[in-house]
């Protein structure tokens, strides 16, 4: 049974309308004053843990804030939500799932029991027989159907079990097999597929069909051509047991499609799509960056998880910023917050955090069903640094608009070049220090600027952001980021008391594209709006 915390609405508890008050007192305080009030706050509102060091003095916060938005989450009794999750209870209540991403980086020895059963040992049985794949397939011994060894690696998968695969590719290149050419399909518009395997041998070519029910119509459509374009070169169907892999719940529907079920890495439905990336979904990442360097990254992962889990709240990397996105969404009424990642290996990084994010905490509705009455999920987006400065910054710096920014950059680079790194560095700090603090009409002035132009020229500054600096891009680094935000986003699912673990809004897109698609088939006529019925004629018209 789910833990049912707290007893009241959340803007009924006595944290929350502290809260409303407390915000009515600092809504107008500037960072200029409180750093200057206080010397040491840059260290005072800082915070170093499992090799993470978060500045988050650069938020319009006091420590009363802080106090009264920890009180919240004692109060919506987040630490009972943490204990049922790691626990196993069924705290995703409208599928009467458990939420256990944590337990796909449990050690070995651990016991996590769902349903009377310990899963840590099948967990390691799944990683176990999957590094002896990838080790089989990286040493050259697993071969394809003509004898010759897999040198291009497809995932075909989407949402969850595409977008966290694409992210850790991306993100671990630096310790990937350069011999080797991995590519991701995900969209159903068939020039994704083409344009990933135009210049591929099918000889060479191994599919991993990614589908935790591998019923998901893009994946098995993308599937089917991956199959066709395969046979069409290797003629024989048993050529599919050398070329496709599936990662799946569903051994039915993978040996329908014609996979070997051998050929089958499981996980379960205690694990969530957008959750998954670490489960046998991360195949492809393990192909690429070999099983020593996954184990690494599910060691970074687990680290998050133990400090998530043991560390007191104000200590708290996940919690601080979770009550942080809180604050600014339902007091500040931010809509957005920037996830800006100086490092080019993250280029996907704030893609990944989108559906993290926004398919998690995107409701609108709470646990027992009623309408909020306050901002649930903010709307997450980026691009790495410094990139995004040549092109939306303006508007986060002089805008109307609050955004909350997540700087994230390392100290060491992976790919040492003159003075590259220091170059992007100072980018970092100058933006958060920039947003900060701003420049003022008198500073404006004082540069010879002519009267009519200073108002252009200022930066009204009181625009907060965090800043996460770690040591370096590796596996272990990789795993912690990824499940900072992941119970970051709990926390502030806890918080405001929703369901952060289904995704009911996904569907009805779904069926009425099916109805569509049997119209586009000539399959009868659908009934719809004027809108839509002009649009499916324009269209049935203008294909000829
Ligand atoms: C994630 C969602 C969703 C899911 C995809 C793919 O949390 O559930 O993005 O991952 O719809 O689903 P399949 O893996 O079942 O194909």
Not at 89 to 107: F, S
Not at 188 to 209: H, K, M, R, S
Not at 283 to 308: Q, V, W
Request: net charge negative; aromatic share 10%; glycine share 8%.
């Amino acid at each position: 049974m789910a833990t049912q915390v707290p007893s009241a609405p959340l803007t009924q508890l006595t944290a929350w309308k502290a809260l409303e008050s407390h915000y009515q007192q600092v809504k107008d305080l500037s960072l200029r004053t409180l750093f200057a009030e206080d010397p040491k706050r840059g260290e005072r509102f800082s915070l170093e843990a499992v090799g993470i060091y978060l500045d988050y003095s650069k938020n319009r916060i006091t420590e009363e804030t802080l106090r009264l938005l920890l009180q919240l989450a004692e109060e919506s009794g987040l630490r009972q939500h943490i204990d049922a999750m790691f626990r196993g209870d069924k705290i995703n209540v409208t599928e009467n799932r458990a939420v256990l991403h944590t337990a796909l980086r449990a050690p070995r020895g651990a016991d996590i029991q769902v349903d009377g059963r310990n899963v840590v040992p099948e967990v390691h049985e799944v990683l176990d027989r999957m590094a002896a794949f990838s080790d089989r397939v990286r040493s050259g011994e697993w071969k394809g159907f003509t004898g010759k060894r897999i040198r291009n690696v497809v995932n075909i998968g989407i949402g969850g079990s595409d977008l966290g695969p694409v992210m850790a590719y991306e993100a671990l290149r630096h310790y990937s097999r350069r011999d080797m050419v991995f590519r991701f399909v995900s969209n159903v518009d068939g020039t994704d597929f083409a344009e990933a395997t135009i210049d591929l041998d099918p000889e060479e070519t191994l599919f991993i069909i990614s589908s935790k029910t591998f019923t998901t119509l893009e994946t098995m459509t993308n599937a089917q051509t991956a199959r066709e374009w395969s046979l069409k070169k290797l003629g024989d169907p048993k050529a599919v047991a050398k070329h496709f892999v599936a990662v799946s719940t569903n051994a039915a529907e993978v040996s329908k499609f014609g996979i070997d079920t051998a050929n089958m890495f499981g996980f379960w439905d205690w694990v969530g799509g957008r959750y998954s990336m670490d489960s046998a979904i991360g195949l492809s990442t393990m192909l690429a960056i070999g099983p020593d360097n996954f184990r690494k990254m599910l060691a970074g992962f687990r680290e998050m998880d133990e400090h998530f889990r043991t560390a007191p709240f104000e200590k708290n990397l996940p919690v601080l910023m979770g009550l942080l996105t809180v604050w600014y969404a339902d007091f500040f009424g931010a809509e957005t917050v920037a996830v800006l990642p100086y490092d080019q290996y993250l280029k996907r990084f704030p893609a990944y955090l989108q559906q993290l994010t926004m398919e998690s905490n995107g409701k609108s509705v709470t646990l027992g069903g009623a309408r909020v009455d306050y901002q649930t999920g903010a709307i997450f987006w980026g691009e790495p640094g410094t990139n995004g400065q040549h092109s939306f910054y303006q508007l986060i710096h002089q805008g109307t608009h609050l955004i909350p920014c997540d700087f994230l950059g390392f100290a060491k680079t992976l790919n040492p070049l003159g003075n590259h790194h220091d170059l992007l560095m100072a980018n970092v700090f100058a933006q958060g220090e920039a947003l900060a603090f701003g420049k003022t009409p008198e500073q404006v002035k004082a540069e010879g600027t002519p009267d009519w132009l200073v108002p252009h020229r200022v930066f009204e500054g009181n625009r907060p952001s965090n800043t996460l600096l770690l040591e370096k891009l590796t596996p272990e680094a990789l795993g912690k980021l990824v499940a900072l935000y992941e119970h970051s986003v709990f926390t502030q699912g806890v918080i405001w008391q929703i369901n952060s673990f289904d995704q009911w809004g996904v569907e009805l897109g779904k069926v009425l594209a099916k109805n569509i698609i049997s119209e586009l088939e000539g399959k009868g006529e659908g009934k719809h709006d004027s809108s839509t019925s002009a649009l499916i004629a324009r269209y049935q018209k203008l294909k000829g």
